[in-house]
């Protein structure tokens, strides 16, 4: 019984390089940027006056941001532990 490699001229071609592309590159100097103009719907306007508790968190957000850059905001781990606590205990 003979064994034939036949299979030798498949290899070299099933595993040819492809060749490859390299990205084009984007200048910034000639990219524009366009600033989209957003117009709320009535009924998006209506429904964000009646959520004014969105607003305090905003505030209270932007309160925590200051005090982070600025290097003043103090995290307690007491406070932490036991808002976890109380949240365990409903559950």
Do not use: C, F
């Not at 009646?50 to 905003?58: D, L, V």
């Not at 307690?76 to 205990?89: R, V, Y």
Request: net charge positive; charged share 30%; hydrophobic share 30%.
């Amino acid at each position: 019984m003979k064994i034939d490699r036949s299979y030798g001229n498949y290899e070299k071609e099933s595993y040819k390089p492809t060749p490859t592309v390299d990205a084009p590159t984007v200048k910034a100097a000639q990219s524009t940027v366009e600033l989209a103009t957003i117009k709320l719907s009535d009924t998006a306007q209506k429904i964000r006056q009646t959520h004014p508790a969105e607003t305090k968190n905003a505030e209270k957000i932007a309160a925590i941001k200051k005090a982070i850059q600025e290097g003043t905001y103090q995290v307690s781990a007491k406070e932490i532990a036991d808002s976890m606590w109380q949240e365990m205990k409903e559950k």
